[in-house]
């Protein structure tokens, strides 16, 4: 069964950094493309992050370029989120998603960061 | 930038009786393979967003056959033929087909029972 936890969220003062962790389990990890996506309180989804199977290819949306960092350990099976220069808008909970053929086929719990002084 | 626009915002349906959603996309999501690539989660009520439909109309695992998903090009349809309770939640569209600028999704239709 494909499973994947993210940690690591928290509370964070503005201009503050988090590091966000997702572990995977349940299939073959270095294989699969995998993203982030964050939802804001009573908001919709949104698309942080991509990294590549191999971590040789990484993007990034417009409003979190220069801040966030994403990464992946294959040898762990994790996939991470480094997060610095906080705002308020980046309030959210942040899932750990896996990409499969253009798609999202899988969603972690989600972990809750919340930015405020 | 793609846009993708859901119609309606808010959905109340009477328990039994059938519930669409729309979403258009500002460009075609036929993707240069030949495949359209249009997904739809639910998102029950503090839980994550689980997929229902992808590439328009194929069903995951375990999804009761009471969701269907139709459509092409730039307008899409998810319909549940009969809602039952455990249906209420938000609704969302995706579309995977145009990067950058990376997974974009409708703004959710938020269906309750009347």
């Known amino acids: 069964e494909v499973q994947l936890v993210e940690s690591g969220g928290g509370l964070v003062q503005p201009g503050g950094s988090l590091r966000l962790s997702c572990a995977a389990s349940?299939?073959?990890?270095?294989?699969?493309?995998m993203h982030w996506v964050r939802q804001a309180p009573g908001k919709g989804l949104v698309w942080v992050s991509r990294i590549s199977h191999d971590a040789t290819s990484t993007m990034y949306a417009d409003f979190v370029k220069g801040r966030f960092t994403i990464s992946r350990d294959n040898a762990k099976d994790m996939v991470y989120l480094q997060m610095n220069s906080l705002t308020a808008d980046d309030t959210a909970v942040y899932y750990c998603?896996?990409?499969?053929?253009?798609?999202?086929?899988?969603w972690g719990q989600g972990t809750q960061v919340t930015v405020s002084s | 930038d793609i846009v993708m626009t859901q119609s309606p915002l808010s959905l109340p349906v009477t328990l039994g009786q059938p519930a669409s959603i729309s979403c258009r996309s500002s460009q075609s999501l036929l993707h240069g393979n030949g495949d359209t690539f249009l997904s739809w989660f639910q998102q029950r009520p503090g839980q994550p967003p689980r997929r229902l439909v992808y590439q328009v109309s194929k069903r995951d695992s375990g999804v009761p056959d009471r969701f269907s998903g139709s459509g092409s090009g730039n307008d899409f349809t998810l319909k549940i033929s009969r809602v039952e309770a455990e249906d209420v939640g938000v609704y969302y569209c995706m579309q995977g087909t145009h990067w950058p600028p990376g997974f974009t999704f409708g703004q959710g239709t938020k269906l309750e029972i009347k």
């Open positions: 998603v896996r990409d499969f053929n253009h798609d999202v086929d899988h």
């Open positions: 349940g299939f073959t990890f270095s294989s699969y493309v």
